[in-house]
């Protein structure tokens, strides 16, 4: 069966700090990958998706990017963080068919 | 692009009532899913919608299809404590998908 994770879980960092959220699916081959900020009490915004390795589409142009340097690996970072940037951070999979798979997050605090 | 509205945005209910929330686009979509969200985890899957007017059930959790792609709702019967959460629609044209802002659920004991 299929797995994602997502790794931290939690991270505290300072404004102006770079950072670098990993996700890593396992079980499956050349999912769809996505990237997700969630905003307290909001609901989801697409930051990025990926198709496939080094192939980055980004939705919301800001001071975030994302690699894809592995087939099941999808990484998010920044060079220097905002404080608008705080949020949860979920990673999510897909396949051709429709189901999307969310992994369990990471909750972003910028001071 | 294409746009969700979720409706209610939230909801305060006795256990034991049945839930009702819904999801309208003016565009069509091909797929609709239901995901419920506990405080600080991921949204799981509960029902996923893959043609117009189907009606699928999971449990105590019923979700159908909109005849015109456009809408779908989610009912929740005689709902239990556990089911508190955000409750995200989202709909999927193509390789394209949008979510609903959520429908925080509140159930009193």
């Known amino acids: 069966s299929q797995t994602i994770h997502q790794w931290p879980a939690t991270l505290v960092q300072p404004v102006g700090s770079p950072l670098s959220l990993e996700c890593t699916v396992e079980g499956t081959s050349n999912p769809n990958l996505y990237w997700y900020r969630q905003a307290a009490g909001r609901g989801l915004q697409l930051l990025f998706y990926?198709?496939?390795?080094?192939?980055i589409s980004s939705e919301v142009p800001q001071n975030l990017s994302a690699s894809r340097p592995q087939d099941r690996q999808f990484i998010l970072s920044s060079k220097k963080l905002l404080l608008s940037d705080s949020g949860f951070y979920l990673c999510?999979?897909?396949?051709?068919?429709?189901?999307?798979?969310f992994g369990p997050g990471t909750r972003l605090t910028v001071l | 692009g294409q746009q969700l509205n979720q409706s209610p945005q939230s909801m305060f209910i006795q256990e034991g009532e049945d839930v009702s929330m819904n999801c309208t686009s003016s565009?069509?979509?091909?797929?609709w899913l239901w995901y419920k969200q506990d405080p600080g985890e991921g949204p799981v899957l509960l029902i996923a919608l893959y043609k117009a007017g189907e009606l699928t059930s999971n449990g105590r959790l019923t979700a159908q299809f909109g005849i015109t792609r456009k809408d779908s709702f989610l009912n929740i019967s005689a709902s239990i404590p556990s089911d508190v959460g955000i409750y995200f629609c989202?709909?999927?044209?193509?390789?394209?998908?949008?979510f609903g802002a959520g429908t925080r659920l509140t159930v009193k004991p």
């Open positions: 989202a709909g999927r044209w193509n390789n394209d998908m949008r």
């Open positions: 565009s069509i979509f091909n797929t």
């Open positions: 999510a999979w897909r396949m051709d068919t429709d189901t999307q798979y």
């Open positions: 990926s198709v496939g390795i080094g192939q």
